[in-house]
């Protein structure tokens, strides 16, 4: 039993969105059931917690069919396909449509009393329910809380069947799901407590959370402790030393290692920018010179993709001889160059590499290896960089493991337009919160 009620499933799926924290959240609960497991994001991310009150519109003739959804704040959305199907005329549309809005009124009224909802415009909006089976009232959360001007959508539940993850996954912008079991009958065999969740206890919830927020946020809640580690670090390779920076939070979740690209180093600000992104949702992070000063002046050693790939695999072997890093999943962060060095590194047959995230990178110049990675990769990259875009769904479909293209719309190679780093280092951030899990350790 994955499970013993849905507290103990919030706070393991709250672990699981900690590189949330400090980002401008609200947490969304589905009533009832989801908003137990809700209330426990909340909490750990020090976010404002609502529900999201959701209206199916069931064609009349077959009401289990969707023909669209309402929420608050007067969204309607439609399924047109289904509605020219089934050739549901305006009045049946409309009678439907008032009928459901009366009981979304009502509902909302005796979740929230006097309170308003929350405003979503602007905000990362972190969807969460119990688990899903179907993901119709999911998916119709998604899609209000996008009409209510949600930035991003993040949707968190502890268990879903593994064909409404397919479906969902192109409804938001991540999907966070602990469990996707194949053998799925119901949300409820996953739970050992698996009680009706009623109107009262998703009310005292909601009060609960309202009260909490602020001393949660005034006690530091967001924004972490000091690091556990924090400074300048030479690592020996080969004949040579190598000069870097390791970052290790208190209770890392991983480590993520940097290769940064051609005419680069240790200091680029962009990667310390997402460095810092990164050690704020609770990873580790290394960033270090590939090449030493007087190797750099040889030209040929900075596109010496097989070269640079050796320094970053005795570099993540460093790493992990570190007493602060010890047992965590390591993640690579690669950028332009330093990301083909990434891919070739990860490709090693034991090089056990959980994730590989690409910014701007030219995995073209791994090639001959790239049908050997088998690690989750992310390849973001921006929507103006189009040659470069071209050779990342080239290399994409060389790669035999999972992977996926992360469009940054109006950015250009070096990602200098306004909030187009900031938008890469969050689809980075998620990338390895959702793939960097602790390696189990063996017994004594």
């Given amino acids: 039993m994955p499970f013993v009620d849905r507290v103990e499933a919030g706070r393991r799926l709250a672990g699981r969105l900690r590189h949330l924290r400090g980002e401008d959240v609200v947490v969304l609960g589905l009533p009832g059931g989801g908003v137990p497991v809700a209330f426990e994001v909340a909490r750990a991310l020090g976010a404002p917690l609502d529900v999201i009150v959701v209206g199916k519109l069931g064609v009349p003739f077959q009401p289990e069919l969707a023909m669209g959804a309402v929420g608050e704040g007067d969204v309607l959305v439609m399924n047109e396909p289904v509605i020219r199907r089934t050739q549901v005329s305006g009045f049946e549309f409309a009678e439907v449509e008032r009928r ?30 119990d688990g899903i089976a ?66 009262e206890e998703v009310v005292e919830l909601l009060r609960r959370s309202a009260d909490e927020v602020p001393v949660a946020a005034a ?49 680029s600000p962009r990667n310390r920018y997402v460095a810092g992104v990164l050690g704020r949702a609770g990873l580790a992070t290394l960033l270090f010179d590939l090449l030493t000063p007087q190797e750099e002046l040889r030209r040929a050693n900075v596109f010496d993709i097989g070269l640079l790939a050796a320094r970053l695999d005795e570099a993540t072997a460093w790493v992990r001889r570190q007493p602060e890093c010890d047992g965590l999943s ?34 073209d110049l791994a090639a001959p290896r790239l049908n050997e990675v088998r690690a989750p990769t992310l390849l973001i990259v921006g929507g103006h960089d189009t040659v470069v875009l071209e050779l990342n769904r080239l290399a994409q479909g060389l790669m035999p493991g999972e992977s996926r293209i992360a469009v940054v719309p109006g950015a250009t190679h070096l990602f200098e337009e306004p909030g187009a780093l900031e938008l890469a280092a969050a689809r980075a951030c998620a990338w390895f919160a ?3 899990v602790p390696i189990p350790q063996p017994r004594a």
Avoid: K
């Fill in 100 to 129: 459901a809005r009366a009981e979304l009124d009502r509902r909302a009224r005796r979740f929230r009393g006097d309170r308003a909802r929350l405003v979503l415009s602007g905000r990362t909006v972190v969807l969460v329910d």
């Fill in 134 to 199: 179907t993901g119709a009232t999911a998916r119709a959360a998604c899609r209000v809380a996008r009409a209510q001007g949600a930035a991003r959508v993040v949707l968190a539940v502890p268990v879903c069947s593994p064909d409404a993850a397919t479906r969902l996954r192109g409804e938001v912008d991540q999907l966070v799901c602990l469990e996707t079991p194949e053998w799925f009958f119901g949300v409820g065999q996953f739970y050992a407590d698996f009680r009706q969740v009623s109107d």
């Fill in 219 to 267: 006690a530091g809640a967001v924004g972490g402790d000091p690091p556990l580690r924090d400074e300048e670090v030479e690592m020996p390779v080969g004949a040579v030393r190598l000069a870097g920076h390791l970052t290790v939070p208190e209770g890392a979740a991983g480590v993520v290692v940097f290769a940064h690209g051609s005419g680069s180093s240790r200091h």
């Fill in 330 to 363: 390591v993640g690579y962060f690669g950028a332009s160059t330093g990301a083909a060095a990434a891919l070739w590194a990860a490709a090693a047959p034991r090089a056990n590499i959980a994730a590989v995230v690409s910014r701007g990178g030219r995995p």
């Fill in 434 to 436: 959702e793939h960097l």
